[in-house]
């Protein structure tokens, strides 16, 4: 399958911090996305991205699809206890219908 | 319902057993998807329904694997001789056709010993 390599694999950072996370691939995508998992739960989608360069924002959280269609990258802004989770992207590769590939995921620890 | 529902959230089954997984989507979204998650891993494909029919079942691992989804709504995964390496938790999601926002359910832990 596709691999979405995404950095860091695990971050602890301070309560009011700003959190930076990327995800790329070799394979060029249509569409990607940001999830966030907390344990013993389904991902949540956060952020959907649908052409290249494009910079979209959800309350503290900002997205944006790589201009090369191969990366993308989320920020979280003055984090706080409940930002703590797992965060996936995903891509969507183009002819592959509905399919998406996720990364391995970023474990975010927000320290209070 | 309100949301995507997953049954049972917990199964714990014998090596060479068979298993069935239940997902009810919410109501009203005709696309329905698979995936399958490993421990440390992210979420894996399997298969997309549309309706009552399976757009995409190139993810499914092999032939031990089949899902249904018969009247459009409720789809069941179904593992035949379950080997302890198809451990994970399977999840569900749903959407409207064409939009990719699915939703997820919580998943069902699945443990072959």
């Known amino acids: 399958g596709q691999q979405l390599n995404q950095s860091p694999q695990s971050m602890f950072i301070q309560e009011g911090e700003d959190v930076s996370m990327n995800c790329t691939s070799s394979s060029i995508f249509n569409t990607w996305l940001w999830y966030k998992q907390d344990p013993g739960e389904g991902p949540v989608l956060l952020i959907a991205?649908?052409?290249?360069?494009e910079l979209t924002s959800n309350g503290r959280l900002t997205a944006q699809f790589g201009i090369t269609r191969k990366d993308s990258f989320l920020n979280i802004s003055a984090s706080i206890p409940s930002d703590v989770g797992i965060y996936f992207c995903a891509g969507q590769l183009p002819n592959t219908g509905n399919q998406f590939y996720f990364g391995t995921g970023t474990s975010l620890t927000v320290i209070p | 319902g309100a949301g995507v529902s997953q049954t049972p959230s917990n199964k714990v089954t014998e090596k060479g057993k068979y298993v069935e997984l239940r997902c009810d989507p919410i109501s009203g979204h005709t696309a329905l998807y698979w995936y399958r998650q490993s421990l440390g891993q992210g979420p894996e494909f399997l298969i997309y329904?549309?309706?009552?029919?399976?757009?995409?079942d190139s993810g499914l691992p092999n032939d031990r694997f089949f899902a249904v989804r018969p009247e459009g709504s409720v789809s069941t995964l179904k593992i035949q001789r379950t080997e302890r390496g198809d451990s994970a938790v399977y999840l569900c999601a749903s959407s409207l056709t064409n939009d990719y926002g699915y939703t997820f359910g919580s998943g069902t832990r699945l443990t072959v010993v």
């Open positions: 991205l649908y052409k290249a360069g």
């Open positions: 329904f549309q309706g009552t029919g399976a757009a995409d």
